[in-house]
């Protein structure tokens, strides 16, 4: 292996870890907070699930972090990432769309499409071990979210959902990327090439996230403004 | 083809697992519970988001909201 997709690999699982990491300690808080509102509820048991699964993924990831040389940075802390003007029960609505509705959706979309392509064998074992729990992830953000929307209006999280998805990915996936960024070798490794990740993270915005908001009376439109403004790379069809 | 099974296999399937039991909160305050709890949202939204992962502010949430890293 060349010694570029190897630092970019290393990177990308040095990252995974990181964001594993911090996806265990933000699910161990949601569920506390969730289940102080809704007690009935399965989510806060999921999550839980989850934080423990995360931890597992953060030591793949890890491992496959030190075979291609990159040491792990430290995580940050866990930070709630709502906006301050909403109330307590709002904002985990908030957190949880991000985190799982959007993000742990992406990475579904993601696994999904690496495990399609030729994957060396030790990356396929750990692609697979954390696709079969990520299906789960996803999913807990829809349960909550199907809740939330059975007894209240969930419709005022519309204009907050550009900020989420930018926070979810850097400005830099809707620009020209590096050759060595947009090598083919770096799926056998486990990473998208730069186009690949934006046309993913595009397409399950516009087939699986959008559509899913819209079903519990989220209008995309504001999100599909925020896309469409990213340029030629990102445009969708109208809602 | 990708993304459809996707919206069946989380979206849906995401919503029959969060109806496995009823949401507690009282049948009076139905529909009501998060409006009343959204606090002073306009309907506007800046779209600055902030990436979380690698970055830390001790706690506080920023006034825009954010988003969380993924893969």
Known sequence: MSEEPRRQAGEAWAFRTRVEREAARRFARLALAIEAFDADSPVPALLRRAAEDEHRHAALCADLSAVYGQPVAASAEDAAIAPGSLGPRAAVLYEVVASCCITETESVATLTTLLAEQVEPRVEKVLREIAKDEVLHGRIGWAHLAREASISVVSFLSPWIPAMLAGTVGEGLFTAADTDLQSRELLRHGVLPHSLKRSIFVGTLEGVVFPGLEKFGISSRPARQWLEARGPGARTQPS | ?71
């Open chain 2, 1 to 71: 083809m990708l993304f459809r099974k996707l919206f069946q296999l989380l979206v849906v399937g995401g919503a029959v697992l969060g109806a496995t039991s009823s949401c507690s909160t009282p049948a009076g305050s139905r529909r009501t519970a998060l409006a009343k709890d959204q606090g002073g949202g306009d309907g506007t939204a800046s779209d600055a988001g902030t990436a979380r992962s690698g970055d830390s502010d001790g706690g506080m949430a920023p006034d825009a909201g954010g988003g969380v890293s993924g893969w």
